[in-house]
């Protein structure tokens, strides 16, 4: 066994014991990325020269003392490109860390790489990224979802130890299924958004992906907190969520949202998340039905909202102040024109174009505002929920990983992706997915647990006493 497989506990089990180095786990991360990640491309860009630099001064008594993080192609770094994933930013450099980057230095994190995603987060399968594609460890003729895909797909080809993403409405959880490790998206409001590039910013979430619940729960204790940079950031306490990791569910109540399980459902999807119902029940949880009524149009309201805040983001990119700019344009209007025409892909278009329709006079009440008061109803469902059980269970997607290619042409099919991740978001609710079984093909299944608002330290007990009893996270893609 590599260190490379092995989990960030472990790891820092054997730094602190003085058994290796923080530069022993960059070397083996660079030479398992030099096998693997060509099949995968996970990687947009992997600086094992500097990574190791950093390796030699890494402070191993810091609560990530020597750990190497890779993250999402959207999350600034001083200095690095920040892409996302976009032609319109694939010279553009960093002027400042984000919030959460400075937050891993300080905890003694090693920054890694930039993981490939769909471009400017808009997408559930990477194969949007403008750059390169994304594959599946566990089938690289399958897709590692997305927009997070590269993060993942790298956690599950054990390129990476651990990584940040970012969910907007599942591109944590989305691929996190497909992709069989653990993926979190936090309550809004709970990780600081400074420095994430933005898609729609009421719905923009930094996340942890991991092998394992108890990584993610160490992830996400060092990049949480209130932040005056962001005003959306919320002054509450961040706990030790190791805490409550206490491998038990007794007197935990369950909720099962009736809208989850609909037509649609793949079955093998559908058995083995009533399976892990089942294994709470038998376990001392108390599990009762749930609804969530305004579920059937959470996808509606979400590409609505999200585009419209899309449309406004992506204004700034206009080939003016940076990013690409069209050569040869004759008029401010015409530089406009062909710098964006150049710049963005057709999904990234397609949504702003969407966008800018809902906000438009004449529009804005029929759609928007329509949209925000059904987005109050979404997260009054959830509400009301909790107050009958602390956590929901329900399946994170609808099928396992789909072929590459499968949904390109039908982008409805596309959206319906992430059915199930979608109203957690809209919520403002925090989520989280880990595997729960294997489809007949081998394929990975994601269990979605969803709790009330900075309940955290909720999800992860639930989730780290299903893991535990269970073998699934121990299962590794042939590669």
């Given at each position: ?264 459902l793949d079955p093998e999807v559908a058995s083995a998340v009533r399976a892990a119902i089942d294994w709470f029940a038998n376990h001392g949880a108390r599990v009762t039905e749930v609804s969530l009524p305004h579920t059937p149009a959470a996808t509606a309201v979400y590409y609505i909202i999200a585009t419209a805040e899309a449309s406004a983001n992506l204004a700034r ?163």
């Open positions: 066994m590599t260190l490379a497989t092995l989990s960030l506990t472990q790891l820092r089990q054997k730094l602190l014991a003085r058994e290796i180095s923080p530069a022993d786990i960059v070397r083996d991360l660079a030479a398992r990325r030099d096998a693997v990640d060509p099949a995968i491309g996970a990687y947009l860009r992997f600086d094992a020269d500097r990574a190791l630099a950093d390796a030699l001064h890494a402070d191993i008594s810091l609560p990530l003392g020597g750990i190497p993080v890779a993250l999402k192609d959207n999350i600034n770094t001083t200095g690095d490109l920040c892409t996302c994933a976009s032609r319109f930013l694939a010279n553009f450099r960093s002027p400042y860390d984000a919030t959460v980057t400075r937050k891993l230095r300080a905890a003694g994190a090693i920054l890694l790489g930039r993981c490939n995603m769909d471009e400017f987060a808009m997408g559930s399968s990477t194969e949007n990224s403008a750059l390169q594609p994304t594959r599946n460890p566990w089938d690289t003729q399958r897709v590692p979802g997305g927009s997070s895909g590269g993060s993942a797909a790298a956690v599950a080809a054990d390129t990476a130890i651990v990584s940040l993403g970012s969910d907007t409405g599942g591109s944590i959880r989305q691929p996190a299924a497909f992709c069989g490790v653990v993926g979190l998206k936090p309550t809004y409001g709970r990780v600081s958004r400074y420095g994430l590039v933005a898609f729609a910013s009421s719905l923009d979430q930094i996340g942890p992906f991991a092998g394992s619940v108890e990584d993610a729960a160490l992830l996400l204790h060092a990049i949480a907190g209130p932040d005056p940079m962001e005003n959306t950031s919320r002054p509450i306490p961040v706990p030790d969520y190791t805490a409550a990791l206490t491998g038990h569910v007794e007197g935990l109540r369950v909720g099962i949202p009736k809208e989850y399980f609909v037509e649609g990119f206009d080939g003016v102040r940076y990013g690409h700019r069209a050569p040869d344009a004759k008029d401010p209007l015409d530089l406009y024109r062909r710098s964006r025409a150049q710049g963005f892909g057709p999904e990234v278009k397609r949504r702003i174009i969407l966008g800018t329709y809902v906000l438009s006079s004449g529009y804005y009440d029929a759609y928007y505002n329509r949209a925000q008061k059904v987005r109050q109803l979404i997260r009054r469902d959830f509400t009301t929920a909790f107050e009958s059980c602390d956590i929901i269970l329900a399946p994170t997607t609808p099928t396992p990983a789909f072929r590459a290619g499968e949904k390109t042409a039908d982008p409805l099919q596309m959206y319906l992706a992430d059915i199930f991740t979608i109203a957690a978001n809209l919520a403002g609710v925090p989520a989280l997915s880990l595997p729960c079984g294997f489809s007949s093909c081998g394929l990975p299944i994601g269990l979605q647990i969803i709790g009330p608002h900075f309940a955290e330290e909720t999800l992860f007990r639930a989730a780290h006493a299903y893991e535990q009893a269970h073998p699934w996270k121990d299962r590794k893609p042939a590669l």
